[in-house]
């Protein structure tokens, strides 16, 4: 699951507010949970600032017998402005783009991820063989 491609969808009535966030989070956990719940191995790829939301998916999840793996993909603030792929943190210092993660809304760090990339150490390749071989030894595939 992809956040920009469900922001497009099933939550394009969805902003940016705090409220707004938790419901995208909500959301996306029940459709991952409705995968699990038909033996589909789910991977979500969304920015999740708050760890009460987070902590929540986790807990629907564990709820009914489903594994949670949380990945903590991680870098400096600096790096993830280099990269700006959108010109998205330059309309947020300019101003143009209000509640953005990192600049005007927090980003609470995970306790305790089972998986912590560092996206400005490792690259791409790194990252994918890292969370392939977790989940491999963990028995989520074969």
């Known amino acids: 699951l992809d956040g920009d491609n469900i922001r497009l969808g099933i939550n394009k ?3 940016f507010s705090a409220d707004d966030r938790t419901e995208n989070i909500r959301r996306i956990g029940e459709i991952s949970k409705l995968f699990c719940d038909v033996g589909i191995l789910t991977l979500a790829s969304f920015i999740s600032p708050y760890r009460d939301d987070r ?3 986790r807990k629907l999840h564990q ?4 594994s949670f793996v949380e990945i903590f993909v991680d870098c400096e603030l600096s790096s993830a402005e280099e990269r700006d792929p959108k010109g998205l943190y330059k309309k947020a210092r300019a101003g143009e783009i209000k509640n953005f993660t990192g600049i005007d809304d927090p980003y609470e760090t995970p306790n305790n991820p089972e998986i912590h990339l560092r996206s400005d150490v490792l690259s791409l390749d790194q990252e994918v063989d890292f969370i392939m071989t977790f989940l491999q030894d963990n028995k989520f595939l074969m």
């Open 13 to 15: 009535n969805l902003g």
């Open 55 to 57: 902590d929540h998916v």
């Open 63 to 66: 709820a009914s017998g489903f």
